[in-house]
């Protein structure tokens, strides 16, 4: 159960990463075009989702609870949409990632509520969640559209949001024996129920 824990939140670690880069791309080259961040953007939220779809069916598999199934699909659809209709980019982009902001946000806050009843430190969790959900929030109102630029702002946003998500995910990943002594307890519990 442990290396499978740990796989999982690697991978979602490397997606962070991965998230981070385009971030930094952003804010240090504002002058690139929508269009080819559009692209970037939606072939990472495409990829995104695909991990989280197939971390709910391996779960499921195992009796774990993680719920990335809706999210996952929506990821998929938003960025297949972006990738579809480039003359979205410009109109669509910023509320396509505050959405994928928050459907990540609160994945991270239903983790931290599956986790409460345990001693993990899931109330650290639920703050970062919180946290990222109020950078989703500022993201799809962006009140800071008319003073800095959209591939900027953008770039800020999923920096924030990587930042977040790998401190997250850090420290799931140290408290990893317990939250596996806990997921088995679990998985115990509802095989006992069926």
């Known amino acids: 159960m442990k290396e499978r824990f740990n796989s999982t939140i690697n991978s979602i670690i490397v997606s962070s990463i991965l998230a981070l880069i385009i971030g930094l791309i952003m804010v240090f080259f504002p002058a690139i075009s929508v269009n080819t961040i559009g692209i970037m953007v939606s072939v990472f939220i495409i990829l995104h989702g695909i991990v989280l779809v197939y971390m709910d069916f391996k779960a499921a598999e195992h009796n774990v609870p993680y719920d990335g199934l809706l999210s996952g699909i929506i990821s998929i659809l938003l960025g297949v949409l972006l990738l579809c209709k480039p003359s979205l980019v410009s109109v669509m982009l910023v ?9 990540s946000s609160i994945n991270n806050i239903r983790i931290a509520v599956n986790l409460s009843k345990t001693e993990l430190p ?16 500022i993201v799809i109102f962006n009140p800071f559209e008319a003073t800095i630029s959209l591939t900027l702002f953008s770039g800020i946003m999923i920096i924030v949001h990587s930042v977040i998500n790998i401190v997250d995910m850090t420290m799931l990943k140290k408290d990893a024996t317990k939250i596996s002594e806990e997921l088995d307890k679990i998985v115990k519990k509802h095989k006992i129920k069926k």
């Not at 509320?95 to 459907?103: E, K, P, R, V």
């Not at 899931?122 to 929030?137: A, Q, R, T």
Request: hydrophobic share 85%; aromatic share 20%; proline share 0%.
């Open 95 to 103: 509320f396509i990632i505050g959405i994928w902001i928050l459907l």
């Open 122 to 137: 899931w109330l650290f969790i639920l703050l970062l969640g919180l946290l990222d959900l109020f950078v989703g929030i």
